[in-house]
């Protein structure tokens, strides 16, 4: 099928829109410190009561995917230019986005994708040279692990936490397991049960795994699903009359209360052409 000839909306000039995160993130840097701090003590407290703790832990600026900004190439520019019909409209819109510099984090917001979906697209920019590889071996293991190109096994040992031997007794193991005792088993359990690795570890990556099926706007629409807070009487301590409280009160035009509006996706076209 023959791929739609891109449309120029954005020049090269452009400054990319704000998604939903980069404004919250932009609010919270505007915050007091002892209001940061609270949200930094409840965030972290949070994370170290579930199973995210193992992942924070390994989590690091140049292995960390959600941060990564990838390099577009001349091949990945050429294809927003002139499409080939090679490369997929996923994988397109992935290249316009690192061009105008997001991040994996940001790219996923933009285009509504999971973890997951990022991941395969940016292996098929690689395949494709649509852009390059991340240097860090560790990175291109997540890449591979989150976009199901390798498996639990495989991925531990490219990122050291386990040897190729180990990974070799763990599956003879697992076979044994499942044709004399006639029971299946995850290769993570077998890990943990030969002492390979320890359950933190093996429960945080599978978390991850399963955290990157859902989406930004997946979340934040679960959350608003489970009902508003009630709108709330709060007494003036001067007058003693109750006043409806300012996190609940409805925002009406006119009086200071216009909602911000969400991004769109309007163009994820070349920003080189116009």
Known sequence: MQQE????????????PQTPLEQMMGQIRDLPLWVKQVIYSELRNEL???????????????????????KVTPIGKKELEQPSGQVSAGALKLVYWALVQKNIVNICIMNQWTLEDC?????????????????????VATIHYLGNRIRLG????????LSVEELDQALRTQRYIEE???ERTG???????????????????????????????????????KGAPQQQSIPNPATGVAATSPATRQATPGAGGNQAQPVKDSSWRSPQNR
């Open 5 to 16: 000839k891109p449309h120029h909306t954005m020049s090269h000039s452009a400054q990319a």
């Open 48 to 70: 170290d009561n579930s199973l995210a703790r193992s992942t924070m832990d390994a989590f690091t600026g140049s292995d960390a995917l959600q941060l990564l900004i990838p």
């Open 119 to 139: 991941a395969t697209a940016l292996l098929e920019c690689i395949d494709k040279q649509c852009v390059t590889a991340p240097t860090s071996g560790i990175l």
């Open 154 to 161: 495989e991925y531990l040992v490219k990122i050291g936490r």
């Open 180 to 182: 004399a005792l006639d």
């Open 187 to 225: 290769i993570g359990n077998v890990l943990i049960n030969l002492g390979y690795i320890s359950k933190e570890d093996a429960e945080g990556i599978l978390f991850l795994k399963e955290e990157s099926k859902k989406t930004f706007q997946q979340v934040v629409e679960e959350r608003r699903q």
